[in-house]
């Protein structure tokens, strides 16, 4: 069964003329469930039940509970964690900036990328998400906080480009104007670096920012911490990026994580300037969040400092990220694994 809240407007439309329904009715579903955020058809009071049968009956409805949210008593972030309607869980992170607030999602159950140091992969994958439930995580802490979200980041568990169809028609419902309307210049995914998904997404001539994970300088370093760099190998890899931007005119941002002793020594910064020297982009270096799984520890200050100073010395854009939430299991995966390890034992 199709999920109703994962269709566009124009794919509802055609739904309901299937269903001997007048187009209207499609544009009243779609603002119920994309601009009043309505969690159930028992909150839309302008739908004949008669409609309402023939949707239960025809359709699935995406719905997620809130099972559980931390807030860092730090700097008010809030990570919540939330439940699908097969029961497996999903966390996301809601950041108050001063300029506006930003929402961090996850697009898959799990991941099957296998990144040494992130908490997320340690299980593998369960599942990919819907569009309607990556929305849901949106509209769920849009109601949660009674604040509007501004900026949406893909960036908690899961490959968002090992999930590219869902996520593309997820942006594209996102940014419509006649839902959320969020800028797609206020959307970032991120990538470990699909490379043929990476250019497909530029192929689309979003205005989103592509955000590449890549945490090591040099094809070696790089596959040390992330398997997928077996398959693609660094440069294709910024060719991609660099194809990214040719297409979109969009800046390109590096995640880079700091491993204390892996990834942070002169030796590195250097190659990282050389790999990075004549695109356009800009660099977030990341203390790594260290997982009780790994034996992999954050950077020394000084080596953080004297690793983004080499890169400014070559005129690099770039950032020490700002650590939110590191009291709350900030780092990607970690509440939904320690929460659903409790479930398994009780
Ligand atoms: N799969 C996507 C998005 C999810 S992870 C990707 O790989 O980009 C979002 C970012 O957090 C990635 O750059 C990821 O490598 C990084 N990350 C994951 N676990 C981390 C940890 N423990 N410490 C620091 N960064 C981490």
Redesign the pocket.
């Known amino acids: 069964m199709k999920d109703i809240k994962s269709l566009t407007l124009p794919q509802l439309k055609e739904e309901m003329e299937a269903l001997g329904e007048k187009g209207f009715r499609a544009k009243q579903l779609y603002e119920w469930m994309h601009v009043k955020l309505a969690r159930g058809y028992e909150e839309m009071t302008n739908i004949p039940k008669s409609l309402i049968a023939k949707c239960q009956e025809n359709f699935t409805y995406t719905s997620i509970k809130e099972v559980m949210v931390q807030t860092s008593a730090i700097d008010g972030t809030r990570k919540f964690l939330f439940e699908l309607a097969d029961g497996n869980l999903v966390e996301s992170v809601w950041m108050k900036y001063h300029h506006g607030n930003s929402v961090c999602i996850s697009s898959q159950v799990g ?1 099957r ?1 296998g ?1 040494r ?4 992969t340690l299980d593998g994958l369960e599942r990919s998400l819907l569009p309607g439930e990556m929305l849901d995580q949106i509209y769920a802490i849009t109601l949660a906080t009674g604040e509007r979200v501004s900026n949406v980041v ?7 480009l090992d999930n590219y169809d869902n996520l593309l028609q997820f942006i594209k419902m996102l940014s419509d104007e006649n839902g959320l309307n969020i800028s797609q210049r206020n959307i970032t995914v ?3 670096g699909i490379v043929e998904n990476m250019r497909r997404l530029a192929d689309e001539k979003l205005q989103i920012t592509l ?3 890549l ?1 090591g300088s040099t094809q070696e370093k790089r596959a040390e911490l992330m398997p997928i760099a077996n398959k693609y190998h660094i440069q294709e890899v910024i060719d991609a990026c660099r194809y990214y931007f040719e297409q979109t005119g969009r800046r390109i941002t590096f ?1 880079y ?1 700091l491993v204390g002793g892996v990834n942070d020594t002169n030796e590195d910064a250097e190659n990282l300037c050389r790999l990075v020297e004549d695109l356009n982009c800009h660099i977030n270096l ?6 009780k799984e790994r034996n992999y520890i954050e950077s020394e200050r000084r080596d953080i400092l004297n690793f983004q100073n080499k890169l400014e010395k070559k005129h690099i854009n770039v950032t020490i990220r700002r650590e939110m939430g590191r009291d709350i299991d900030g ?3 970690q509440l939904r694994r320690r929460i659903s390890a409790n479930k398994s034992t009780n």
């Not at 893909?154 to 968002?160: A, L, W």
């Not at 990341?286 to 997982?291: D, L, R, S, T």
């Open positions: 991941c990328m990144c140091f992130c908490a997320s893909v960036m908690g568990t899961g490959e968002p991120s990538t470990c955000a590449l994970s945490h995640e994580s990341i203390p790594v969040n260290p997982i780092a990607c995966g």
